[in-house]
């Protein structure tokens, strides 16, 4: 095994931007929308094509494949010591369904780039170094959001997230074993396995990195976010005949809910993050009355106390504006604040600094799979900035200096860890 600092610089130097950059180019490709984005939702033909391009490129590169119960994908580089637990780099592939190039792909492909620049530069690491895709980060097809890492985690039970099902009916168990037919991988994961350090490199998704001039956010940890799906059950009628001391509008009651709630979630200081995403309305035809809405919320802050004094009050909320119809409010997810491994943050610090990247301590107010890593070994995060801050958006865009840094600076912390 080279001296730590030899094999630091030779590995760092060893990335690759435009190698890197046409990955990006490449996965972007599967899924593309026509109007510069992607939809790569998860467990999708197109998640399972990407997943396949993944398991290709790993095998060019001489590395190996598991994959656990729920997706999640883990490629392995070998170490000197086999038997040691292995530093993970990743992020995830699938997508929003307006999404763009970045979110996720660049996790995944600056850690590739770390484990092909090791190749390159000749160099063997104490413990092996991996790269894992977690499957359906997003959310968006099947809820909640960070499913695979959580079931990884034992924060979600497999069974639960196997059965639930996307606005088609499609279970998760149904759709994942069509995107493991698509991208076969003998080898099986459990969850848990342990892991020596986890690290993810993101597009910070706001910003604050391009508008203070930093390439590189030192990532102090993810804030807290409750999910809940509100059902609201009504009465279709007759929109002509029917008066409105008949009714049971389960729109009209659906609506009064959100704007009480918007009022409740409304702070000056501008923290907390309140979303109504999605809101579908039955039989959503003009001259009936709604029967039945199914709306979403995804509420999210820094501080715990916030998260549960209002997050509790959603559903007395919801019951309080029900005028004639039922409600059913279900919490989906319950993520408290997550802190970063001091000893990871102050790595990701030292390789910023000692690479000369502009870099700065910041908080992430996207949640991401290493949220529920941060709870089995010693994680952290590396954010580079993307083009005012736009993602979950076809415009989201990054520089490939800008990743190429990130993937460098990933680079220095995954091999000082690995060398431990
Ligand atoms: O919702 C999130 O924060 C992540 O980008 N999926
Ligand atoms: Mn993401
Ligand atoms: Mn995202």
């Given at each position: 095994m080279a001296d730590d600092a030899v094999s630091v610089t030779a590995v760092v130097e060893a990335v690759r931007e435009n190698r890197l950059w046409q990955r990006h180019m490449d996965i972007a490709?599967?899924?593309?929308?026509?109007?510069?984005?992607?939809?790569?939702?998860?467990?999708?033909p197109e998640d399972g094509q990407a997943r396949r391009l993944m398991l290709e490129w790993a095998s060019e590169l001489g590395f190996t494949a598991s994959v656990d119960a729920i997706g999640n994908l883990f490629i392995r580089r070998a170490g000197a010591q086999p038997a040691s637990d292995p530093v993970v780099a990743g992020s995830h592939l699938d997508s929003q369904p307006?999404?763009?190039?970045?979110?996720g792909v660049f996790g995944v492909l600056a850690a590739l780039e770390v484990l092909e620049a090791a190749n390159d530069a000749g160099v063997v690491t104490g413990r092996p170094l991996e790269l894992v895709v977690w499957t359906n980060e997003e959310g968006a097809r099947f809820q909640p959001a960070t499913m695979g890492s959580a079931v990884y985690a034992g924060a979600l039970q497999l069974e639960t997230v196997l059965a639930s099902s996307d606005s088609d009916g499609v279970t998760v168990e149904q759709a994942l074993a069509g995107t493991l037919k698509a991208a076969p991988v003998p080898v099986r994961r459990d969850f848990?396995?342990?892991?020596a350090a986890y690290v993810e490199a993101h597009?910070?998704?706001?910003p604050v990195l391009e508008s203070t001039g930093n390439t590189i956010g030192v990532v102090t940890g993810i804030q807290g976010l409750r999910w809940f799906q509100v059902e609201v059950g009504g009465e279709e009628a007759h929109a002509g005949t029917t008066p409105r001391s008949n009714r049971r509008d389960a729109l009209a009651a659906a609506v009064a809910m959100v704007t009480k709630l918007q009022a409740l979630m409304f702070d000056e200081s501008d923290t907390v993050r309140f979303t109504v995403g999605r809101f579908e309305v039955a039989p959503n035809s003009p001259n009936t009355i709604p029967g039945r809405v199914v709306f979403t919320i995804d509420f999210r802050h820094p501080d715990q106390d916030v998260l549960t004094r209002l997050g509790d009050r959603v559903e007395p909320v919801c019951r309080a504006e029900a005028q004639d119809c039922t409600v059913k409010v279900v919490e989906t997810m319950n993520a408290p604040p997550t802190e970063f491994d001091p000893d990871v943050r102050d790595l990701v610090r030292s390789a910023a600094r000692r690479q000369a990247f502009r870099h700065m301590d910041m908080t992430s107010g996207a949640t991401h799979d290493a949220k529920f890593m941060a709870g089995l070994c010693p994680s952290g995060m590396i954010f580079v900035p993307c083009e005012s801050g736009v993602?979950?958006?076809?415009a989201e865009n990054a520089s490939a200096a800008d990743l190429a840094a990130g993937a460098r600076v990933l680079a220095e912390v995954a091999i000082r860890l690995a060398n431990r």
């Open positions: 490709a599967i899924g593309a929308t026509g109007r510069g984005g992607v939809n790569r939702q998860a467990l999708t307006t999404g763009g190039n970045f979110d848990r396995s342990p892991m597009i910070e998704q706001g993602s979950h958006n076809e």
